[in-house]
């Protein structure tokens, strides 16, 4: 079973940065497209980003759009989420997810591989 990892959560003051990487220890990141999801207490899985492994395009829901930035690292197999300008409404879980690279959607039912999430804070 492949599973990805997320890092670089945290407490962060609005108006503040963080910047959260999906890596993938055994298999090769670049064969999928990759995603980054977030969930909130009581809401839905949601997409945030997500970049398409067949053309390097991206998306982005527009509630994040200007604020976020996702990239993708082949040589050290990771893809990053730059975000800047947090809200107190970005607080959630945040997760990656692998899907088949032909795809740039950011519904979560079309991922296949996820990671256990790392926490976002954004409060002051």
């Known amino acids: 079973q492949k599973q990805l990892m997320e890092s670089g959560g945290g407490l962060v003051q609005p108006g503040g940065s963080l910047r959260l990487s999906c890596e993938a220890p055994g298999f090769t990141l670049d064969d999928y497209t990759i995603g980054w999801f977030r969930q909130a207490p009581g809401k839905k899985r949601e997409g945030v980003s997500c970049?398409?492994?067949?053309?390097?395009?991206?998306a982005y829901a527009d509630s994040v759009k200007g604020r976020f930035t996702i990239s993708r690292d082949v040589a050290k197999n990771t893809v990053y989420l730059q975000m800047n300008d947090l809200k107190a409404e970005d607080t959630a879980v945040y997760y990656c997810?692998?899907?088949?690279?032909?795809?740039?959607?950011?519904?979560?039912?079309?991922?296949?591989?996820w990671g256990q999430g790392t926490q976002v804070t954004v409060s002051s």
């Open positions: 997810g692998a899907g088949p690279r032909s795809i740039a959607t950011l519904a979560p039912f079309l991922y296949d591989y």
């Open positions: 970049h398409r492994a067949s053309d390097g395009s991206t």
